[in-house]
T-cell receptor, first 112, second 116 residues
Framework: KAGVTQTPRYLIKTRGQQVTLSCSPI?????VSWYQQTPGQGLQFLFE???????NKGNFPGRFSGRQFSNSRSEMNVSTLELGDSALYLC???????????FGPGTRLTVL | AQKVTQAQTEISVVEKEDVTLDCVYE???????LFWYKQPPSGELVFLIR??????QNEISGRYSWNFQKSTSSFNFTITASQVVDSAVYFC?????????????FGPGTRLSVLP
């Protein structure tokens, strides 16, 4: 089975722009979660989607949003980028039990 | 609230030494899962092991072993005969089973350097 894939792997944006990141889960997995990883804050949960519905959300401003499509692929969007949004964004998928999350390689976003 | 603490920020060992990574967790739930993930320099988090709160049986898998003790809320991870390829950041994580939606809480990570 193919693993979780994320595109693009690297992004460079400037302040004020917006960005969309994509995640394709493991085949058959319907839950997709997003995390932000920074040296200062570590791994922080952004949100989780299951069957196109957001089930859980972390403590991030409304500039961070996401969605999930009927094929379970997910996108996250960050609007009005700030320097502090520079981070590794990790996507994880799990099956219907939700017991274990499997992570993708991440998208490294740099905001200049 | 859930919390995971990894007191060791960085550990350096020489190849073939054994190394134990510590993890202490806090949760009010009686049913939960504990995990260890490895993050090599490539950035991808690699799943290593999951334990549920009802399974305190410790296990050995190859060079890896785990020590889960509910009495002390600890879930320690040991690598025996460490190798250079074990160099990575190791994260302990907690998930409360039955929680509506997924919300894993990760510890800050322990950076392990295995020197040749």
């Amino acid at each position: 089975k193919a693993g979780v894939t994320q595109t693009p792997r690297y992004l460079i944006k400037t302040r004020g722009q917006q960005v969309t990141l994509s995640c394709s889960p493991i085949s058959g997995h319907r839950s997709v979660s997003w995390y932000q990883q920074t040296p200062g804050q570590g791994l922080q949960f952004l949100f989780e989607y299951f069957s196109e519905t957001q089930r859980n959300k972390g403590n991030f401003p409304g500039r961070f949003s996401g969605r999930q499509f009927s094929n379970s692929r997910s996108e996250m969007n960050v609007s009005t980028l700030e320097l502090g949004d520079s981070a590794l964004y990790l996507c994880a998928s799990s099956d219907w039990t939700g017991d274990t999350q499997y992570f993708g390689p991440g998208t490294r976003l740099t905001v200049l | 609230a859930q919390k995971v603490t990894q007191a060791q920020t960085e550990i350096s060992v020489v190849e073939k030494e054994d190394v134990t990574l510590d993890c202490v967790y806090e949760t009010r739930d009686t049913t939960y899962y504990l995990f260890w993930y490895k993050q090599p320099p490539s950035g991808e988090l690699v799943f290593l092991i999951r334990r549920n709160s009802f399974d305190e049986q410790n296990e050995i898998s190859g060079r890896y072993s785990w020590n889960f003790q509910k009495s002390t809320s600890s879930f320690n991870f040991t690598i025996t005969a460490s190798q250079v390829v074990d160099s990575a950041v190791y994260f302990c994580a907690l998930s409360e089973a039955g929680n509506y939606g997924q919300n894993f809480v990760f510890g800050p990570g322990t950076r392990l350097s295995v020197l040749p």
